[in-house]
């Protein structure tokens, strides 16, 4: 869209995109695969026999049929509902659990234990759990905490269970085959930002040990008065020394601050959704993009281009990138980084943010992507390997437009890069959670026999998804 369109032909651009792109109940399968993010499976000294001898001597199960058909996706009966989602043909789910709390990110071990960590907040206790099936029903009858504070991250690594608090990132040791780490937790990062907007803390770990941290931004736009009308931006925001980037940690070391860490990549406001892929030995995350361009810039935008605007952007993180935020944000109906109105920007400029990185695919606004997984398993079909599921959320300000969000996305990898119209809708609620805020898919995994988990963090659900195209 050329530059000098102007703010009425950009509405009519959004417009044109809300009614030609399909919404998330009217779309049909997604192409994208989760990756499992308990990577130590693939380092395990288990083979596929070991395997499942461990199974059988961790839950009690022997390694006959019932046991192999667990190991292939599992020989328990979905829900008739599927748990309330609606998924692709073939597809069906169990329920894992119910009101475990506010469920976020979850790691799964070789052996198909389950953590989960739970963020508090609003009477409910934060935490962190674990959970197993010793039956084969597909359904946790095991649950123990070991974890009181909680938060939103967790990963399982090199027999430790690693747990992103707010302010900070503990672990705790797992020894192979017991649910319960042992107590007694062994801080790794202290004193992180806690206060304030976005203070969550996904964790990813590379196979090298490398800890990836999210430090969100504490403001929307870094505005002298934060989310006020027509305040303009501090220039330069110094928030952006420490906040809104991705933050590199060793996950061996104990006791680390922010000054052992290294600033791997900047203006990125908020990064729940961070997922390293071992397939490229890469970094990716989903960024929150920021609110309230028609609340706090009237004279630029309308209240459509607003519920729309800016994309959720999914990127791959490499050393030394700049997405731009707070001067910049990407603009995915003209497919360009444009000049934020807090710099003086008006919805088409672009000047600085020319040399800011560009995303691999703009996602509508404000859907809240919330984890990302690639998918590397083989109980899926084909098209899903190596492809990427994104859970989004939803949000609280897509008015005057319907809620959207609240459902997880799968993006396919072709020829390998991502097209920005491939996407499409995998999970949603039967109902519009997006509207209803019933169910919120938050976190993802991928178990060892190649089942997808979905957790909710607003009516504390977690589902297994599994392939079954005979039913």
């Given at each position: 869209m050329p530059g000098q369109a102007g703010a009425g032909a950009r509405a009519g651009a959004v417009s044109d995109r809300i009614?030609?792109?399909?919404?998330?109940?009217?779309?049909?399968?997604?192409?994208?695969?989760?990756?499992h993010r308990e990577r130590q499976m693939s380092r395990s000294t288990l083979g596929v026999f070991g395997a499942l001898l461990g199974m059988a001597l961790l839950t009690g199960c022997d390694t006959g049929a019932a046991g192999t058909a667990r190991a292939q996706g599992g020989d328990f009966a979905c829900a008739p509902d599927d748990g309330g989602l609606v998924l692709p043909d073939g597809f069906c789910a169990v329920v894992?659990?119910?009101?475990?709390?506010?469920?976020?990110?979850?790691?799964?071990?070789?052996?198909?234990?389950?953590?989960?960590?739970?963020?508090?907040?609003?009477?409910t206790p934060g935490g962190a759990i674990a959970l197993r099936d010793t039956t084969g029903d597909g359904v946790a009858d095991q649950r123990v905490a070991f974890d009181d504070v909680g938060g939103t991250g967790i990963e399982?690594?090199?027999?430790?269970?690693?747990?992103?608090?707010?302010?900070?990132?503990?672990?705790?040791?797992?020894?192979?085959?017991?649910?319960?780490?042992?107590?007694?937790?062994?801080?790794?990062?202290?004193?992180?930002?806690?206060?304030?907007?976005?203070?969550?803390?996904?964790?990813?770990?590379?196979?090298?040990?490398?800890?990836f941290l999210n430090i969100g931004s504490p403001s929307n736009s870094c505005q002298v008065d934060?989310?006020?009308?027509?305040?303009?931006?501090?220039?330069?925001c110094e928030e952006r020394e420490t906040n809104a980037a991705i933050w590199r940690f060793d996950a061996e070391a104990t006791g680390q601050t922010l000054a052992d860490g290294e600033r791997v990549a900047a203006g990125m406001r908020n990064t729940v959704a961070l997922h390293y892929d071992e397939?490229?030995?890469?970094?990716?995350?989903?960024?929150?993009?920021?609110?309230?361009?028609?609340?706090?810039w009237e004279e630029h935008y309308t209240p459509e281009e607003s519920a729309e605007l800016p994309a959720e952007e999914f990127v791959r993180v490499s050393?030394?990138?700049?997405?731009?935020?707070?001067?910049?944000?990407?603009d995915h109906v003209q497919g360009k980084k444009v000049l934020a109105p807090e710099y003086g920007g008006t919805g088409d400029e672009v000047g600085r943010c020319a040399d800011m990185d560009d995303p691999l695919v703009g996602f509508p606004g404000h859907w809240g992507p919330n984890d990302l997984l690639f998918y590397h398993g083989d109980l899926f079909?084909?098209?899903?390997?190596?492809?990427?599921?994104?859970?989004?959320?939803?949000?609280?300000?897509?008015?005057?437009?319907?809620?959207?969000?609240?459902?997880?996305?799968?993006?396919?990898?072709?020829?390998?890069?991502?097209?920005?119209?491939?996407?499409?809708?995998?999970?949603?609620?039967?109902?519009?959670?997006a509207e209803t805020r019933e169910h919120r898919p938050t976190g993802l995994a991928e178990g060892p026999d190649g089942s997808l988990y979905i957790s909710d963090d607003a009516g504390g659900r977690i589902w297994r998804v599994v392939y079954r195209p005979e039913g």
């Open positions: 009614r030609l792109t399909p919404s998330a109940r009217a779309v049909t399968i997604r192409d994208w695969e989760p990756y894992v659990a119910d009101d475990v709390g506010n469920a976020r990110h979850m790691a799964v071990a070789p052996n198909g234990d389950l953590y989960v960590t739970l963020r508090g907040g609003r009477g399982l690594w090199n027999g430790w269970v690693y747990v992103g608090h707010d302010d900070g990132v503990v672990r705790y040791r797992r020894p192979e085959g017991q649910l319960r780490p042992e107590a007694g937790a062994e801080v790794i990062v202290q004193g992180l930002r806690a206060r304030g907007g976005h203070a969550a803390k996904p964790v990813e770990i590379s196979p090298e040990g490398d800890l934060d989310r006020a009308a027509g305040s303009p931006g501090e220039d330069p397939g490229d030995g890469a970094l990716y995350a989903a960024i929150h993009g920021r609110d309230q361009l028609h609340q706090n050393d030394g990138d700049d997405y731009g935020w707070p001067y910049c944000y990407y079909p084909d098209r899903y390997r190596d492809g990427v599921f994104i859970a989004f959320h939803g949000s609280w300000n897509r008015a005057p437009l319907p809620q959207e969000g609240a459902n997880v996305v799968f993006l396919p990898r072709e020829n390998g890069g991502f097209a920005a119209e491939r996407w499409e809708v995998f999970a949603e609620g039967r109902e519009n959670w």
